[in-house]
């Protein structure tokens, strides 16, 4: 007779099951921010090479015109007082530059970047087909996504944009306040005198390379302008349109396509402005420097923002893109945010 030897089969113990359980899970937290990292690491290079190919755009169409784009189609005419279109931006102007030669030949610039920007056909839905278009060189993979506007939510054309012109440290956002003799309302007086800018960018009008005598490589050209986390705007700052425009945050208001050095980089949404109405008062200016104060500073979203932690990255007019810290000295950061005021930057100071 056979015998048979009976061996028992010895599983895991609990102990030891949750001890396995325990190092994969304590492996995956060692692991989880160096994969984080490494993605962002991958979008900051996407958002540096965005810049650069905007760079690009801008030095080939100063090279084919002899002057850069204004940052706005849009403002009252200093001369006429009169309304000049269209509020189109250097977003829009740059695109053949850009190898986006048929979204520019879809846009119609003799009507705006939406409304209806004083036509009997609505510019809106006019444009939208071209201005609908998604350019991925405009849009910083750190930045939230957009949903763009249905039909039935508005006829404009909005496609999501994470870079912003340069405007410098004037109060040039108050556009409304240029013709002298006029009173608009909003702080403007009848004597006042069109405010220029000193930065690159501004409302209806155009700079020269010869006018950046700071050097193209001291000179802020464009920076990032991200969506905020929880931003109470389904869609804002697009590639086609720079312009002042509301928000549906009950008395706050903000711009797009273009944006100031005034506060600090990456300040949060200001919900409640100076005074609480539109302009603030510590904005309204006479061809001064903004009134830098607590107010300014924090005014998020008139200044320049990012989505990366500790900074945001900015193109400078030699073509070079830079992440200047959020701690940045503001007078350093002011300084490199104009075009000819003849400030000695050190080259160690951001």
């Known amino acids: ?13 609990l102990i030891e099951l949750l001890v396995v359980i325990a190092i994969i899970a304590v492996l995956i937290a060692l692991l989880l921010p160096a994969v984080q990292a490494a993605r962002e690491a991958a979008r900051r290079a996407q958002c540096v090479n965005n810049l650069k190919q905007i760079g690009l755009g801008l030095a080939n169409y100063e090279s084919q015109t002899s002057r850069y784009p204004a940052g706005s189609q849009r403002g009252d005419d200093p001369v006429t007082c009169g309304w000049s279109t269209t509020g189109i931006s250097l977003f829009a102007m740059i695109l053949p530059q850009i190898e986006q030669q048929s979204v520019y030949n879809s846009i119609n610039f003799w009507f705006g970047s939406g409304g209806g920007a004083g036509t ?3 510019a809106g839905i006019t444009q939208r087909t071209a201005l609908i ?3 991925n060189a405009y849009i910083c993979p750190s930045d939230p996504g957009q949903t763009p506007f249905t039909l039935s939510e508005s006829q404009n054309g909005y496609a999501q944009s994470s870079y912003a012109g340069m405007m410098g440290r004037l109060d040039t956002i108050h556009w409304y306040c240029g013709c002298p003799g006029a009173n608009y309302g909003y702080g403007c007086s009848g004597s006042n005198t069109w405010i220029p800018n000193d930065g690159m960018f501004w409302y209806a009008s155009s700079v020269s390379l010869a006018s950046i005598t700071d050097g193209t490589s001291n000179t802020i050209f464009v920076g990032e302008f991200a969506r905020f986390k929880n931003d109470p705007d389904k869609i804002f700052n697009t590639w086609s349109r720079a312009e002042w425009f509301g928000s549906n945050y009950p008395g706050a208001s903000r711009i797009q396509g273009m944006s100031t050095s005034a506060p600090k980089i990456n300040a949060k949404f200001a ?6 109405s539109w302009p603030p008062a510590s904005w309204l200016g006479t061809g001064v420097p903004i009134v830098r104060n607590q107010a300014t500073l924090n005014d998020g979203q008139f200044g320049f923002r990012s989505q990366h932690p500790g900074g945001a990255n900015f193109l400078f007019g030699d ?3 830079k992440f200047l810290k959020e701690s940045i000295n503001m007078d350093t950061y002011q300084a490199l945010s104009t075009r000819a005021m003849g400030e000695v930057i050190s080259a160690d100071s951001y």
């Open 120 to 122: 009997a056909m609505p």
């Open 1 to 13: 007779m056979s015998s048979y030897v009976v061996r028992s089969r010895r599983g895991f113990t």
């Open 271 to 276: 919900t409640t402005e100076p005074g609480g």
């Open 319 to 321: 073509g070079s893109v």
């Open 133 to 135: 278009s998604q350019i």
